[in-house]
């Protein structure tokens, strides 16, 4: 709930958000080297090669953020809104750049794109945590208001300015402790390797589709049917997380398919 790291020094000030993201991403480069070079069994040279893909993908993560979080704001306003971004924004847009390199780009002998996801996405979410205490910090991303024990008044960023003096929903808190288990449970359960993917898809898209009922942030809008006193559901994030439901439910079962295929040709021979 304060916004910057240190009083200001010199004119300037390092704003706890971008702080908490850079810790978020430094985590992940980090988690994604240890891991491809203890499970994943790559050497250090190609651990470093793919963490330069996942710089460059956290680039290209952040401009589709800013682009598609503008399209679903700019619908809800009806003129050209630009200027925020969002995590499913550039989630989209990061994976698909990041997919793209490794198909392409990433050379690597008997290269398993498959399992390269499954290290990356248990990354993505430590980062992700991370992210989310810079948004308390910063004030954004915020909840509805409410009398319960669990409000908080932001003295502070946007929630200050949307609801002063008023008890709210700490939503980014919420969500980090939510992420930080998830990466304890993804990054040590056994039973779900080499489903890391689709069990992040399932579980995070079932997560956002609940904690989107008591954001009180402007969610932008796509095709809303229920409009109630702070937002317009179903939210365009709702909409993306249903899709991730139902795509990670999808490649569960293709992945299955093809473990028992595998499995069964290795029988045979």
Same mark, same amino acid.
């Given at each position: 709930?304060?916004?910057?790291?240190?009083?200001?020094?010199?004119?300037?000030?390092?704003?706890?958000?971008?702080?908490?993201?850079?810790?978020?991403?430094?985590?992940?480069?980090?988690?994604?080297?240890?891991?491809?070079?203890?499970?994943?069994?790559? #050497?250090?040279?190609? +651990?470093?090669?793919?963490?330069?893909?996942?710089?460059?993908?956290?680039?290209?993560?952040?401009?589709?953020?800013?682009?598609?979080?503008?399209?679903?704001? +700019?619908?809800?306003?009806?003129?050209?809104?630009?200027?925020?971004?969002?995590?499913?924004?550039?989630?989209?847009?990061?994976?698909?750049?990041?997919?793209?390199?490794?198909?392409?780009?990433?050379?690597?002998?008997?290269?398993?794109?498959?399992?390269?996801?499954?290290?990356?996405?248990?990354?993505?979410?430590?980062?992700?945590?991370?992210?989310?205490?810079?948004?308390?910090?910063?004030?954004?991303?915020?909840?509805?208001?409410?009398?319960?024990?669990?409000?908080?008044?932001?003295?502070?960023?946007?929630?200050?300015?949307?609801?002063?003096?008023?008890?709210?929903?700490? #939503?980014?808190?919420?969500?980090?402790?939510?992420?930080?288990?998830?990466?304890?449970?993804?990054?040590?359960?056994?039973?779900?390797?080499?489903?890391?993917?689709?069990?992040?898809?399932?579980?995070?898209?079932?997560?956002?589709?609940?904690?989107?009922?008591?954001?009180?942030?402007?969610?932008?809008?796509?095709?809303?049917?229920?409009?109630?006193?702070?937002?317009?559901?179903? #939210?365009? +994030?709702?909409?993306?997380?249903?899709?991730?439901?139902?795509?990670?439910?999808?490649?569960?079962?293709?992945?299955?398919?093809?473990?028992?295929?595998?499995? #069964?040709?290795?029988?045979?021979?």
């Amino acid at each position: 709930m304060y916004p910057y790291l240190l009083p200001e020094i010199f004119g300037h000030t390092i704003p706890l958000y971008d702080f908490m993201i850079g810790v978020g991403i430094l985590a992940m480069l980090f988690f994604v080297a240890q891991r491809s070079e203890k499970i994943d069994q790559r #050497t250090r040279k190609q +651990s470093n090669r793919l963490l330069a893909l996942l710089c460059v993908s956290s680039l290209c993560a952040l401009l589709s953020s800013f682009i598609i979080d503008g399209i679903f704001h +700019s619908i809800k306003q009806g003129e050209p809104t630009f200027g925020t971004i969002s995590f499913l924004g550039g989630l989209i847009g990061g994976l698909a750049c990041l997919l793209a390199m490794l198909k392409f780009i990433y050379k690597e002998p008997n290269k398993d794109i498959k399992q390269t996801m499954n290290t990356i996405i248990i990354g993505v979410v430590l980062a992700h945590a991370f992210g989310r205490i810079g948004c308390f910090l910063a004030g954004c991303c915020y909840g509805i208001p409410t009398d319960s024990f669990l409000g908080v008044v932001f003295p502070f960023g946007h929630a200050h300015e949307a609801f002063p003096d008023t008890k709210i929903f700490p #939503t980014q808190l919420f969500e980090a402790l939510f992420l930080f288990g998830l990466f304890a449970f993804m990054s040590n359960a056994k039973k779900i390797r080499g489903f890391e993917v689709e069990f992040y898809l399932i579980s995070y898209g079932f997560w956002r589709i609940m904690i989107e009922l008591i954001r009180g942030d402007d969610r932008g809008s796509f095709i809303g049917f229920i409009t109630t006193e702070y937002n317009v559901f179903p #939210t365009p +994030s709702q909409y993306i997380s249903l899709l991730m439901v139902l795509g990670g439910i999808f490649l569960w079962f293709r992945t299955r398919r093809k473990i028992h295929a595998d499995q #069964t040709q290795n029988i045979s021979q």
